[in-house]
């Protein structure tokens, strides 16, 4: 039984002009432009949701996460398709990004600590930088991100904002 | 063998010991009418005895000995040596719930159920002493009987258990293994030395010589645990260990059976062991595999497997059949192919939703408990009748259902019948009835409870809502209407609180926990006659006939059975209306609910709109949409708890081109109608 927490293959993606990387034991699928079906009165960062072999699962918008500008969607996006662990259960959502780039395998000492940067970018959900020939990839947590605190504190900010 | 796999072995003993305690109290309370049923004192006393067994096994041995104590009194009553008394009666059906609570809580950290502990045993003992028992060990009796009856039967066997560390993770009780050793025979036990030869890993080596008339699948059972480290041999076919050979030296019986003979006979039957511990091992793997569904099993009847077999293979040909009209590119024939795969996989739907299906048997013997306790602690007589327990729901509506029934039966044994002086008083038979009917009617199941108790009277009911401020003094509703107030939290119409019921929680719980299986509820009652709760629910949840009809890009559905009709409404109509938040049907006006406002959608630009005019549970009203698409067979699907917020959809179902629709629930749509109206 292979170790998937060993596994140093990241799947990169770019949203805007950002760099992203996600672990591969996390993602079970990138669909490409699937349609979204809206879901109504939800916040913003949920596009809706898409079926995905059969089950019905949400589908975020990764940007505003990030604290990048939300956009309207266009033609072109894919949904990678993340299995999540937060609190012990597992759940799968889907995540918007403009594309996907490349599978890259890569060495511990690849990674470098977080810097402390002076970015619109939110911090505490990357866990490392790679640094790849001269491009900068930032490596996510999407356990954090899409754990249910994340997601209530947002809901949270959202109604907040409403109000 | 990991912890994991531990604790599904312990999760299986969880389950069969609550099966085992079903089990126990049905035969208990079968018992309790006809106390000299002997069939049923065996299976009381068959049910502990297993219980006791198994419960050691895991490491529950609180509950082993608490079983035993009981397992000595109904002893003595299938020995004909006492009667069922009462006493006994109420203490085994407080023992049964307490074993309940110890399977979640075997190391008594939950004070109260300590004291339980402490007091039930307490309680048992001085039954056991007023009935005179002399604590007689029942392991000695057995070694009494067996061995002398079937002396020459006996054969003698040579079992060696190699000791590892896991044991004691599995929680592997080897002192309990003894004592079943106990059971079939006589054993003899030395204590070896860690053995090289025969077995890799280091640890203790126990050697056993078991006297015994069983065959070896009964002592492999025994052992079944922990096979992979046993070996078991046959020596012979006579008694070594009561005959003249080891008896004349009973203190070193190795000597006599000399290292190397044991050793010989090992390498004998070294092959066909080890084809015996591969199979084992696949059985091994087979029960493991069997062991994570434990969760939740249901029986099901052959027949539904045999039409599912059927299935399969008729799906099998079928593929090949597409197969060969694919090379073919004749048309024709895929399509006929793909009639059938369309005809195919309805069968299938509807088998694996037949399979689904339970008997509501399963859910009644909780009932027959609830009513026996709590009439007799409100020294009511009750009789508990039942007609058509074999109608079958969906195994998951007959888990959440459960819950509501019990309320209201509780209700119904509470506030329903009257005490016995009272019963006699109004000219009734001392004992009342509570008689609780299902059976099928369409595609809905109907369950009823009905009382012949004192009935609930209008007037207390529209006084007491009047008092709490639920409605106008001067409000007029009809009988209906009243006895629906009863769903209100925080209303009731018992005069005084008692521990079962009366504090205006449970109905309204009742009603919300059954809105939520989209079941219906309905009372009727007389004065001084009785009550009767009708519950109306669909067979099956995961599937629903539905009317999908699009409102600019959202698809939407609602149940067809709560559609009354489709009609056009000009729009000039709607927004002339819009003040009121209703419509114009039928001469009268009904509540309108907007969706387009609701869900910010835009209206058509068309001079007409499609209206729908829903009926639930006898009150109407409307919503409008731009195009009526038309009946949809739809599989329901949870929409996630990331969406759980969404109060107005309560899932949603993938259509054939991919694109999802979403079911409204109506009870909520419903009150946002009401919210809107008040302003």
Not at chain 2, 34 to 52: A, C, D, G, S, W
Not at chain 2, 346 to 366: E, G, H, T, W, Y
Not at chain 2, 586 to 592: A, D, E, F, R
Not at chain 2, 643 to 655: F, G, P, R, V, Y
Request: glycine share 4%; proline share 2%; hydrophobic share 40%.
């Amino acid at each position: 039984m292979v170790n998937f927490n060993e596994i140093k293959t990241y799947l990169s993606f770019i949203i805007d002009n950002e760099y992203f990387a996600v672990n591969v034991s996390k993602v079970l699928e990138v669909l490409q432009s699937q349609k979204i079906t809206r879901v109504p009165n939800v916040s913003n960062d949920i596009k809706g949701v898409i079926n995905f072999r059969g089950e019905i699962i949400p589908v975020f918008e990764m940007r505003t996460r990030f604290g990048l500008p939300d956009r309207a969607l266009d033609d072109k996006y894919v949904i990678i398709v993340l299995e999540i662990t937060s609190k012990n259960t597992k759940s799968v959502i889907g995540a918007i990004a403009n594309r996907v780039k490349d599978v890259i395998t890569i060495e511990n000492n690849d990674i470098m600590a977080v810097p402390k940067m002076n970015t619109k970018i939110n911090v505490d959900l990357i866990t490392g930088i790679i640094k790849l020939k001269d491009d900068f990839i930032m490596m996510l947590d999407v356990d954090k991100m899409f754990s249910e605190q994340e997601l209530e504190v947002l809901s949270q900010m959202v109604s907040e904002k409403q109000q | 063998m990991d912890e994991m796999t531990f604790m599904q072995f312990r999760d299986r003993f969880i389950n069969e010991a609550r099966q085992l305690l079903v089990n126990l109290e049905n035969s208990l309370l079968e018992l309790e009418h006809q106390p000299n049923n002997k069939e049923m004192i065996e299976n009381v006393f068959r049910v502990m005895h297993t219980l006791k067994g198994i419960s050691g096994m895991y490491g529950f041995d609180i509950i082993g000995d608490f079983t035993h104590n009981f397992e000595s009194i109904y002893q003595l009553v299938r020995d004909d040596k006492t009667v069922l008394t009462n006493e006994i009666f109420n203490l085994t059906f407080q023992s049964v719930d307490h074993i309940n609570n110890l399977l979640n809580d075997p190391g008594l950290e939950n004070e109260e159920n300590k004291n339980i502990h402490l007091a039930l045993n307490e309680q048992v003992k001085n039954t056991i002493r007023n009935l005179g028992i002399q604590k007689e060990p029942e392991k000695k009796e057995k070694k009494n009987t067996d061995p002398t009856d079937k002396c020459k039967s006996l054969k003698t066997w040579y079992i060696q258990i190699q000791v590892i560390k896991q044991f004691d993770l599995r929680s592997i009780n080897i002192v309990n293994l003894f004592f079943d050793l106990t059971q079939i025979g006589k054993y003899h036990v030395v204590k070896g030395e860690p053995d090289a030869v025969t077995l890799n890993n280091d640890g203790d080596l126990w050697r056993i010589f078991l006297a015994t008339d069983a065959n070896i699948e009964e002592i492999e059972d025994i052992f079944l645990f922990i096979l992979d480290e046993c070996k078991i041999i046959k020596l012979a076919d006579e008694d070594l260990l009561s005959g003249n050979i080891l008896l004349s030296n009973s203190d070193n019986p190795v000597s006599l059976l000399n290292e190397n003979t044991i050793l010989e006979l090992i390498e004998n039957q070294k092959i066909s062991s080890q084809n015996k511990t591969k199979q084992q091992q696949m059985k091994v793997e087979v029960a493991e595999n069997n062991k994570k569904l434990i969760n939740s099993r249901i029986s099901v009847h052959a027949e539904k497997l045999d039409t599912l077999m059927f299935l399969v293979s008729e799906l099998v040909t079928t593929k090949s059949e597409l197969q060969l009209s694919l090379k073919s590119q004749n048309i024709a024939k895929i399509a006929k192919v793909a009639e059938k795969i369309d005809k195919l996989s309805k069968q299938f739907r509807d088998n694996a939703l037949d399979i689904r299906l339970v008997p509501i048997s399963d859910l009644i013997i909780r009932f027959k408990r609830l009513v026996r306790d709590l009439s007799q602690s409100l020294d009511k007589k009750i009789d508990f009748v039942i007609e058509g327990g074999d109608t079958e729901l969906d195994k998951s509506i007959i888990d959440s259902i459960s819950e509501p029934l019990m309320h209201i039966i509780r209700n119904c044994i509470d506030h329903g019948i009257e005490t016995p002086e009272m019963r006699i008083k109004s000219h009734k038979p001392e004992t009342g009835i509570i008689k609780f009917t299902s059976y099928q009617e369409g595609s809905s199941i109907i369950i009823a409870v009905e009382d012949d108790g004192k009935g609930i009277d209008a007037n207390v009911v529209m006084q007491k809502a009047i008092e709490k401020g639920f409605i106008s003094s001067d409000a007029k509703l009809s009988e209906k209407e009243i006895y629906n107030l009863i769903f209100l939290p925080g209303l009731s119409t018992a005069e005084s609180l008692t521990q079962v019921s009366g504090r205006g929680v449970g109905m309204d719980i009742v009603k919300k926990k059954l809105a939520e299986l989209g079941a219906q509820i309905d009372i009727s009652s007389d004065i001084g006659v009785g009550t009767k709760f009708t519950i109306k629910l669909h067979q099956t949840i995961a599937i629903l006939d539905t009317l999908l009809f699009r409102s600019d890009d959202m698809h939407l559905l609602i149940p067809l059975s709560d559609v009354e009709e489709c009609n056009l409404i000009n729009k000039n109509t709607l927004e002339a209306h819009k003040a009121t938040g209703t419509v114009p049907y039928n001469y009268k006006l009904i509540p309108y609910i907007d969706i387009y406002k609701l869900y910010n959608l835009k209206t058509p630009d068309t001079e007409r709109l499609k209206l729908i005019i829903l009926n639930k549970q006898d009150s109407r009203f409307a919503i409008a949409a731009d195009v009526i698409i038309g009946e949809h067979q739809a599989v329901l699907k949870s929409i996630g708890k990331q969406l759980k917020k969404q109060d107005n959809i309560s899932a949603a179902s993938i259509m054939g081109d991919g694109n999802l629709a979403f079911l409204l629930d109506l009870n909520s749509l419903q009150k946002i109608n009401y919210e809107t109206q008040t302003f």
